[in-house]
């Protein structure tokens, strides 16, 4: 099972976001049947089928074993990934895109940035899996608590200078055999619900 999986299908985009499968998937972090399922989700065990086999279909469920349960065998499975995350490219003529208005400063360019590496990381993850082959990449992820507005506004022109200084140090348009690779880094406010309240920084 994999930590993350991008859903780029719009097919199995459709199934992943109905109620019933998508209660099913969370289920199934676990292994579970269709019978053990039932209970959970307060469904016939029918019914439970009927959802998982459209979600084995798209990729989404794996049988991970058969067992014999008297004169019926019994199908134990789990979800293909512990988390999904569906990619602006199920909907491309509404995908946003970051080239149409690029300013650094805008929440909405923002998240049609975050859309661009859903998407590229998911064609990356999508055709390594294929080839049984890793994907190289890199995140740093941390937070940052400002006094002031003139305290964040002088954090991003310090970090805009570092990232680009560090850019020009290693980047080569001339390197035979080099790969180019896009650099994202964001700032944003933590939504208050998810704000931590400890007081650290």
């Known amino acids: 099972m994999h930590d993350v999986a991008v859903i780029a299908d719009p097919a199995a985009a459709e199934v992943a976001l109905d109620p019933v499968r998508a209660r099913l998937l969370a289920e199934l972090t676990e292994p579970g049947s269709a019978t053990t399922l039932a209970a959970e989700v307060g469904l016939t065990r029918q019914k439970v089928n009927y959802h998982l086999r459209?979600?084995?279909?798209?990729?989404?469920?794996?049988?991970?074993?058969?067992?014999r349960r008297g004169n019926m065998t019994e199908r134990v499975m789990r979800a293909t990934a512990a988390g999904f995350v569906i990619a602006p490219a199920t909907l491309p003529a509404l995908a946003p895109d970051p080239s149409r208005r690029p300013d650094r400063l805008s929440a909405r360019w923002l998240v049609a940035v975050a859309a661009r590496v859903v998407r590229e990381v998911g064609a990356l993850l999508s055709g390594a899996a294929a080839e049984g082959r890793r994907v190289a990449t890199f995140a740093v992820e941390g937070e940052v608590r400002f006094a002031s507005a003139a305290d964040r506004a002088a954090f991003a022109t310090g970090l805009a200078d570092a990232v680009t200084a560090l850019v020009a140090r290693y980047h080569d348009d001339t390197a035979p055999g080099g790969r180019t690779h896009r650099v994202v880094l964001a700032v944003h406010p933590i939504p208050h619900a998810e704000e931590p309240r400890d007081g650290r920084p």
């Open 54 to 67: 459209a979600l084995e279909e798209h990729g989404l469920v794996e049988l991970v074993e058969e067992r």
